[in-house]
């Protein structure tokens, strides 16, 4: 069974950091492309970020593009998000996602985790 | 960036009618669209890729359609575990500045 599972999130002042983490498991991590997506308190889903198979090729949305970086390590199944910077608008439950390579031009998302709540506040 | 429109923004219906969803694109992007249930506390859920093809274990029920600018989602005969957010993906730009949709909230 294909698992994900976020950890890392909490509270953090304005300008602050934190490193979101995505364990894998039940699948061949290598094999994908992974993203962050995420969803502000009321608001709909946004794309943050994705990263290919091998970590050589990684896209952010404009809005963090500088401050965030998204990485992986294959040999530990897991996915990552640093955020630096952080700001009262980058309040947000954090999903990792699974490129489900049928998509014709681009990534669409076959699984996801349960997500982890980042609170940007003073 | 390729900015995705959906209407209504909440859909009112009863368990056993059918419920159309609508998705706009402010630029054609071909058949490139994802649709997604999204329950409170539960991760999304793909059920519509490439416009019209229902990903693995979705019901007929089911179904999408469009291409270019305008796509929509059809319910058919709606049941109660279907009452949820719909979102829509485009996946077209590249490089990837994949966006979502508002969201449509579908409710009893």
Known sequence: E???????????????SLRLSCAASGFTLSSYWMSWVRQAP???????ANIKQDGSEKYYVDSVKGRFTISRDNA??????????????????YYCARDAGICS?????????QGSLVTVSS | EIVMTQ??????????????????????????L????????????????????RAT???????????GTEFTLTISSLQSEDFAVYYCQQYNSWPPKYTFGQGTKLEI
């Open chain 1, 105 to 113: 031009a681009g990534s669409c998302y076959d699984n996801w985790g």
């Open chain 1, 42 to 48: 009321g608001k709909g889903l946004e794309w943050v």
């Open chain 2, 34 to 53: 994802a649709w997604y249930q999204h329950k409170p506390g539960q991760a999304p859920r793909l059920l519509i890729y490439d416009a019209s093809t």
């Open chain 2, 7 to 32: 209407s209504p923004p909440t859909l009112s219906v009863s368990p056993g009618e059918r419920a159309t969803l609508s998705c706009r694109a402010s630029q054609s992007i071909s058949g490139n």
């Open chain 2, 57 to 67: 274990g979705i019901p007929a029920r089911f179904s999408g359609s469009g291409s």
């Open chain 1, 2 to 16: 294909v698992q994900l599972v976020e950890s890392g999130g909490g509270l953090v002042q304005p300008g602050g």
């Open chain 1, 76 to 93: 530990k199944n897991s996915l990552y998000l640093q955020m630096n910077s952080l700001r009262a608008e980058d309040t947000a439950v």
